[in-house]
């Protein structure tokens, strides 16, 4: 059974810092990119970034260019999502997301094969 399974979502003043996690089960992790999206009320899901299992490969929205960092730990099948510098534009519930082979067009959401449940992250002003 695939899984995935975000966390480390919370309550965070402006400029303050969360590291988010998904863990990945139930498929070959290297053969996958794993995406993190997020969508605010009222608001389409959005691409944040992504990164290719196979040769590490980053890409990020220009929102969060300089500010997020994604990184992955294919010993344990995991992707982080390092969040600094947060804004309350961030304010959205995160989601990871699996899709197999490169990510062409990483941020479309429909090209993922899996999902998890979200994690929701506040950031106050």
């Known amino acids: 059974e695939v899984q995935l399974q975000a966390s480390g979502g919370g309550l965070v003043q402006a400029g303050g810092s969360l590291r988010l996690s998904c863990a990945a089960s139930?498929?070959?992790?290297?053969?996958?990119?794993i995406g993190w999206f997020r969508q605010a009320p009222g608001k389409e899901r959005e691409g944040v970034s992504c990164?290719?299992?196979?040769?590490?490969?980053?890409y990020y929205a220009d929102s969060v260019k300089g500010r997020f960092t994604i990184s992955s730990d294919n010993a344990k099948n995991t992707v982080y999502l390092q969040m600094n510098s947060l804004k309350p534009e961030d304010t959205a519930v995160y989601y990871c997301?699996?899709?197999?082979?490169?990510?062409?067009?990483?941020?479309?959401?429909?090209?993922?094969?899996?999902w998890g449940q979200g994690t929701q992250v506040t950031v106050s002003s």
């Open positions: 139930g498929f070959t992790f290297d053969d996958y990119a």
């Open positions: 990164i290719s299992s196979s040769d590490g490969s980053t």
């Open positions: 997301a699996a899709r197999y082979g490169s990510p062409q067009v990483w941020s479309s959401y429909y090209r993922y094969d899996y």
